[in-house]
């Protein structure tokens, strides 16, 4: 039997002024909402064959338990469709795993968002963008799961601006960061596949990062070239050691493609080349103490090849591709991948 | 010609309140002289170099007999149950701080 609804109710006169009354009970991320309707509320519970009373995970540092119940609210706030809860409901399990750390993340000065990478045959039912503007506006699916989550965060977690989310500059994405793979135009095997799970499946990874930082480099022939440019993005000198995003767009995968690289090849050679030496680093004070000699040959690790995370997406006709850095914390957060529609309280 | 709506709404609430813990605050010190004074770094760089600075204080100053340092492995989780427990068990305070 499907539990009640345990939520608070709030009665209103009308859909205008329930986007108002949203506002002013500080439920919104700034942009008015979809007012949470009973009804609306049980649609997606029922899509998504989900008990309201269902935990999805728990923030034990701030004894909060999510459940299906608010994490399908806050995805009709978002403006979601019922199709996409179960996407959402993933990707809050994800965030919720120990190993993402997402208490520290989220309070963090470091002001990272988790970026959900979604794979699989979702991504093509819900008409999820994997190409142009990958990272910015205009599709419904990728705007709206996003921003669930940040609702969730909001309202579930708490993570309130200047209270428990203490970013120092936060960034775009944490109204709304999600991306899809583009599977169909690589040769490569697609993340959730890299990351343990089969191909027919479909998943999320979410990962705690920064904002994209651009890579361009429009004459490079060569693997090498291009993934040098890649690298010495990540090598930036105020680099966080951890988990990072590369977001490789269509003509740079044709050059690295073409020369039968595959991406255990490519995540092997940022590990080898994403590195700047120990006397950059303390030229500029990121590293402490004096330049000794040999610091000009010395080059602390900056990622191993499993912490590279690299994925087919982005437009055609530009030699731009990205990186996500990791969150400040570094390897306290790791990226979390869980399927799409798998129980969640398996019996 | 307006139209009169009868239309009303019920919304469900996004929020969640925290689960009480069942915790109370420990009772204030009346004094620090003669306490044994838990010095919890959270790991952040500069973090211990702090408190230490706080520790001569607290001796020198306030009289305090004895100061317990510990430090977070990792300052964006919880401490783990054993620093907790170390510490709740031998201090008669604990001041914990942050780095950078």
Redesign the interface.
């Known amino acids: 039997m499907v539990s009640e609804l345990t939520s608070v109710r709030h009665e209103v006169p009308d859909t205008l002024e329930a986007i108002e009354y949203c506002y002013r009970q500080g439920w919104t991320d700034g942009l008015p909402v979809v007012p949470p309707t009973q009804e609306r509320v049980r649609e997606f519970l029922a899509y998504a064959g989900l008990d309201p009373e269902t935990v999805v995970g728990e923030v034990p540092d701030r004894a909060r338990v999510i459940t299906a119940e608010k994490v399908a609210i806050n995805a009709v706030m978002a403006g979601c469709l019922p199709a996409y809860l179960p996407v959402v409901v993933a990707a809050v399990q994800a965030m919720a795993a120990d190993e993402f750390c997402l208490h520290g993340s989220m309070a963090s000065t470091g002001g990272a968002a988790p970026l959900v990478i979604v794979n699989g045959p979702v991504r093509t039912e819900l008409e999820m963008n994997a190409g142009v503007n990958v990272f910015g506006a205009g599709t419904r699916a990728n705007a709206t799961i996003g921003r669930a989550l940040r609702l969730v965060l909001l309202n579930v977690c708490d993570a309130r601006p200047g209270v428990l989310d203490q970013a120092t500059m936060g960034h775009p994405g944490k109204y709304s960061y999600c991306i899809a793979e583009d599977e169909e135009a690589t040769v490569w095997q697609p993340l959730h596949v890299e990351r343990g799970l089969p191909r027919e499946l479909s998943a999320v990874t979410v990962l705690a990062g920064e904002a994209p930082h651009y890579v361009k480099n429009a004459f490079g022939t060569t693997p090498e070239e291009v993934l040098t440019s890649v690298a010495d993005v990540m090598a930036h000198a105020s680099y966080t050691q951890g988990a990072y995003l590369v977001v490789l767009a269509p003509e740079h995968r044709a050059v690295i493609e073409r020369a039968g690289w595959s991406k255990a090849d490519v995540r092997a050679y940022l590990a080898e080349h994403a590195r700047r030496s120990a006397a950059e680093l303390k030229r500029v004070g990121y590293l402490r103490g004096k330049i000794e000699a040999g610091d000009n040959q010395r080059f602390p690790p900056l990622v191993s090849e499993d912490e590279v995370l690299v994925v087919a997406a982005g437009g055609s006709g530009g030699t731009f591709s990205a990186v996500v850095p990791p969150w400040a914390g570094g390897r306290s957060s790791a990226p979390v991948t869980r399927a799409v529609g798998a129980c969640v309280e398996c019996e | 010609m307006a139209v009169e709506?009868t239309?009303?709404?019920?919304?469900?609430?996004?929020?969640?309140d925290?689960?009480?813990?069942g915790t109370v605050r420990a009772p204030r010190l009346a004094e620090l002289r003669g306490k044994r004074i838990g010095l919890l770094a959270n790991g952040k760089p500069n973090s211990e170099e702090f408190l230490a600075a706080l520790g001569t204080l607290l001796r020198e100053r306030y009289g305090v007999a004895e100061l317990v340092p510990a430090r977070k492995p990792?300052?964006?989780?919880?401490a783990p149950d054993a620093i907790l427990n170390e510490l709740g068990g031998r201090c008669d305070a604990v001041v914990t701080a942050t780095g950078d």
């Open positions: 709506t239309e009303r709404l019920t919304l469900l609430d996004p929020r969640v925290a689960r009480p813990r990792n300052a964006s989780r919880v």
